[in-house]
């Protein structure tokens, strides 16, 4: 059975930083796309980022480019989310994704596996 389980959220302070974790069992990712969504109060949930095998296989929501970095550690099975200079308006539920193709996109529809997220909260 596949599990992905998210870590790392929390409260935080605007301006500040934290790390999210996605630890995946069950089966190996290594050749697969991996991504973050979120989704805050009363809103849909939007795509964060995604990344394929390697790094240039990497894709980011506008809002986040420059500040949020994706990255995968394939010997743990593990993607993270390096998430600096957070604001207000990032508050949301982090969730991990993984797809079967090892093609990154944007679609939450073309994600097979999904963890039950994180809770980020951004606010003085």
């Known amino acids: 059975q596949v599990q992905l389980v998210e870590s790392g959220g929390g409260l935080v302070q605007p301006g500040g930083s934290l790390r999210l974790s996605c630890a995946a069992s069950?089966?190996?990712?290594?050749?697969?796309?991996m991504a973050w969504f979120r989704q805050g109060p009363g809103k849909d949930r939007e795509f964060v980022a995604a990344?394929?095998?390697?790094?240039?296989?990497?894709k980011y929501a506008n809002s986040v480019k420059g500040r949020f970095t994706i990255s995968r550690d394939n010997a743990k099975n593990t993607v993270y989310l390096q998430m600096n200079s957070l604001k207000p308006e990032d508050t949301a539920v982090y969730f991990c994704?993984?797809?079967?193709?090892?093609?990154?996109?944007?679609?939450?529809?073309?994600?097979?596996?999904w963890g039950q997220g994180t809770q980020v909260t951004v606010s003085s």
């Open positions: 069950g089966r190996t990712f290594r050749n697969n796309a």
């Open positions: 990344l394929g095998w390697s790094d240039p296989y990497i």
């Open positions: 994704a993984a797809r079967t193709s090892a093609t990154p996109v944007p679609m939450a529809g073309e994600y097979d596996y």
